[in-house]
């Protein structure tokens, strides 16, 4: 009995120690996430897996879709190949503890973002550019003739838990006063289901979530879209907080993608604008910009041609939304607040200086 | 020289009767206590440096979620503690009445084994053979997805004596105002009665029963087959009819040996119980989860969770051992 004490000292001191080793894993140096991607040789991406356009898996394995392309083209920066990407589908209640236990180093699966999830007292993500902006939807059978949000009120909507959809629909409603019954389910399967099977009036969800599930329906022209947009939906890549050098890569990779489309830099032009940057040293942005000259690709922990190691594998934001969910797939979805801001939208990368 | 040394003295410790086992249990005991420091050590130091230290007062803030059922009232802008209790109720509701309708079905089918119609035995055996052998998740999707979901709704509801099954809800007839009993009515294409549950619950309490009701019968079984079958044929004797003879003379001899058997049984049903989400149920994992997605409280809420759970089998397991007292053999 006298030795106890004694050991029971030493136990914090062992783990102290131990732990040690676990800290400076994440924090400590800038970028060491940076440092373990690169020693692996791939990015650990997680996605959704089911939502056409966005992120979905072919039978033969294959992912594609705008958050697909999001991981492709990180991996494309940093290993100059965009198939270095290991993909892991997640549901909307696992991503975030998927994230912060540094299972996926990047998060790309249709993430809204908010305060709660940005700041270190909630989640503690740190967001990349935003790469869709989004609103959120009521879709109904359109022989139901619901024409408003006003006429579910007393009714049941199926919708996804663990999505800030909840949320905006529970505001919502309240403001217009009208009671309803949440009916949730953990994952969209079940969602989509219950509302096909009749146990729902509505479903609510991102609007182009809506309009990417309907292309799956028995009968995708039996079911309409309200007009109203209940929210702002940001949908955004996301990192952990505590890695700003693996952030800053990612945002800049993402806004490399954003700024290409600006300078008219294309998936088959990029390797003619490189020959073009190389004859001419008096296209000074145009050289930064593809790594030509100056350090940008250094400053990031990247390679110094990461821009056009991006722009090769996937196109510029342009390409990568058309092909993906504008109209050059199936959900034809109107390019909208997704512009460049030249043309009145929202896209807008910062100078690369 | 003192006293001669004995020859106990001459053994070496590590041979030593009272010092050995001593050893063991603290070396094991150390273990534990290392690996436990080291796990809360690591997740303090975690939640430090992420700015997550645990911290309780998020449990005022109002919850901003409606809950699709709720026994107790509750809205959006009430605190998340409530939302949880609303949550825990929920649990407790499909729980309770899971146990009752789990233990009545299970000592049915499993006294069935011991039937006389062989028609009876074999559906019995059957029963038990295709629940037990299919995962409960499957048979929750199955209960909500292809049953109560196909429900027809309105005027072509099935109408059973004072229960109406409906894609809208299950209607049962209860007392009404001033305990009159009413039955449900269908008034505008929507019924109403005083008694109504939510198809949920309707699929998770079939789903519960028929899952759990599987092990109590093959629990009944062996109880009942473990009274010598001399007990039987005294009662025979006697002129017993054979139900009287299970009631009186073989069911409180099987007791001792059912009673220790379905307290696992009860414990897994209200475990189960959590599996809730499968199929729209309001329960508690279900509110936690959007709690959790809410606030970002992992660690909290978890915690919670893992508690009420905890409490929920810990109270089952002290009835069921009060229950094992009262049924053993007294012995003076």
């Not at chain 1, 995708?220 to 890549?237: F, G, I, N, Q, R």
């Not at chain 2, 004596?161 to 209607?171: C, D």
Request: charge should be positive; proline fraction near 5%.
């Amino acid at each position: 009995m006298v030795r106890f004490p004694r050991l029971a000292a030493v136990v914090p001191f062992l783990t102290a120690l131990v732990l040690v080793g676990c800290a400076s894993e994440d924090g400590g140096v800038q970028s060491q996430k940076l440092a373990t991607i690169k020693a692996r040789g791939t990015v650990v991406c997680g996605v959704d897996g089911k939502l056409t356009g966005f992120s979905f898996v072919a039978p033969d394995g294959s992912y594609s879709g705008l958050d697909v392309d999001v991981c492709k083209a990180v991996a494309a920066a940093l290993f100059g190949d965009p198939a270095k990407v290991d993909y892991r589908d997640l549901n909307s209640s696992e991503r975030f503890a998927a994230l912060a236990s540094g299972e996926v180093d990047l998060l790309s699966r249709n993430t809204t973002l908010t305060l709660s999830r940005d700041a270190s007292g909630g989640n503690g993500l740190s967001f990349a550019p935003t790469t869709f902006y989004d609103g959120q939807g009521v879709m109904v059978p359109a022989a139901s003739g619901i024409k408003g949000l006003k006429e579910l009120a007393g009714k049941p909507i199926c919708v996804e838990s663990g999505t800030t959809t909840e949320l905006n629909l529970a505001d919502r409603m309240r403001e217009i006063n009208a009671a309803y019954t949440p009916l949730k389910f953990q994952t969209a399967d079940q969602t989509y289901s219950a509302y096909l099977q009749g146990r729902c009036v509505a479903v609510t969800s991102d609007r182009s979530q809506l309009a990417a599930k309907r292309t799956g329906f028995p009968t995708p022209a039996a079911h309409t879209l309200l007009p109203e947009v209940l929210s702002k939906e940001p949908l955004t890549p996301a990192t952990v907080n505590a890695d700003p050098g693996w952030a800053d890569a990612v945002r800049w990779t993402i806004y490399a993608l954003m700024q290409a489309e600006e300078l008219g830099i294309t998936q088959a032009n990029v390797a003619a604008k490189v020959v073009e940057a190389k004859a001419n040293p008096n296209l000074a942005d145009l050289r930064r910009f593809l790594g030509v000259e100056g350090d940008f690709g250094n400053q990031l922990g990247l390679p110094p041609d990461f821009v056009v190691k991006a722009i090769t594998a996937v196109g510029n934001y342009g390409e990568v939304f058309e092909r993906n969910v504008g109209s050059g797939s199936k959900l034809k979805l109107e390019r909208g607040l997704n512009r460049q801001w030249k043309e009145g939208g929202l896209i807008y990368s910062p100078p690369f200086r | 020289m003192g006293p001669s040394l004995g020859p106990a003295a001459t053994t070496p410790w590590w041979r030593n009767r009272r010092v050995v086992p001593f050893a063991v249990q603290a070396a094991a005991g150390l273990v534990v206590l290392v690996v436990v420091a080291f796990l809360l050590g690591n997740l303090v130091r975690n939640l430090t440096a992420a700015g997550l230290l645990l911290s309780w007062s998020w449990l005022d803030n109002p919850a901003g979620f409606d809950l699709a059922e709720s026994s107790i009232p509750f809205s959006a802008s009430q605190p998340y503690w409530l939302a949880l209790l609303a949550g825990l109720v929920n649990t407790l509701k499909v729980v309770v009445v899971g146990l009752v309708g789990a233990t009545l079905l299970g000592t049915a089918v499993g006294s069935a084994a011991f039937s006389s119609n062989g028609l009876l035995k074999r559906l019995a055996r059957g029963y038990v053979e295709l629940v037990r052998n299919i995962p409960l998740l499957l048979q929750l999707v199955f209960w909500y997805f292809v049953v109560f979901l196909a429900l027809p709704n309105g005027v072509n509801a099935i109408q059973l004596p004072g229960l109406v099954l409906a894609k809208s809800g299950l209607y049962l007839g209860w007392f009404g105002e001033g305990w009159q009993w009413q039955l449900p009515q269908l008034t505008g294409g929507v019924w109403h009665a005083p008694l109504r549950l939510s198809v949920e619950f309707g699929a998770l309490l079939t789903g519960l029963v028929v899952y759990t009701a599987a092990f109590i019968a093959e629990v009944v079984r062996g109880g009942i087959a473990a009274v010598p079958q001399g007990q039987w044929e005294a009662a025979r004797c006697l002129g017993f009819s054979p139900l009287v003879t299970l009631r009186r003379i073989v069911m409180p001899q099987a007791l001792r040996v059912i009673v220790p058997g379905l307290n696992s049984q009860y414990i897994s049903l209200a475990k189960n119980s959590s599996l809730a989400v499968a199929c729209g149920y309001t329960d508690l994992y279900s509110v936690a989860e959007t709690t959790l997605n809410q606030t970002g409280r992992a660690v909290e809420v978890v915690v919670l969770l893992l508690g009420s759970y905890l409490v929920i089998d810990l109270l089952i397991s002290a009835l069921m051992n009060g229950l094992n007292a009262a049924v053993q053999l007294k012995e003076r």
